[in-house]
């Protein structure tokens, strides 16, 4: 009877030490740490961001370790890149989302442009060359886009899980 009730408490520890990272993937439902005019997303565990502005936009350089992880770039004269396939394209209320993918190179380099609806917002670019080392790093960092809005008595309101961030957590998930 004891070993049955040890045994029973080992399993529940074991299952509530691995629960946290069952979740891991999607931080859609965690609060961002890192803002931006219109924008906030959260840095996955282990990695850090770089952040500068070099003329009239902000740039974002997500790495885990030294290997980068994606690089966003808020602004409001992004450079598109030129032939990858569409592999998304979603418009709702926040604004318009298109996601496209290169897989002709060694690399396969993935480019989302943001274009939010809020008036004098900037576009949003997220790059990322494929790495399967950074693979889960970057659907981490995807899973956490969101759009935020200012109030008036400062600061800024960033929704949980929002449309961006359930859209873009699609674009790495694995197909199902």
Known sequence: MISMR????????????????????????????????????????????????????????ISKSSEPVATVYVGNAPQKEMGGELILQSKSKSGVLEAFSNKSSEVNKLDIYITPNARNASVIHIHAEGSSSTHDELQELLSSFRPCTPIRSGGQKCPVNDVWSQELAKILAPSQ
Not at 47 to 55: D, E, G, M
């Open 6 to 61: 040890i045994f029973s408490l080992a399993a529940l520890s074991l299952l509530l030490l691995a629960a946290p990272f069952c979740w891991a993937n999607d931080l859609s439902k965690y609060s961002c740490t890192v803002f931006s005019s219109n924008i906030c997303f959260r840095l996955p565990t282990g990695t850090q961001v770089a952040y500068s502005i070099p003329v009239d936009f902000h740039l974002f350089v």
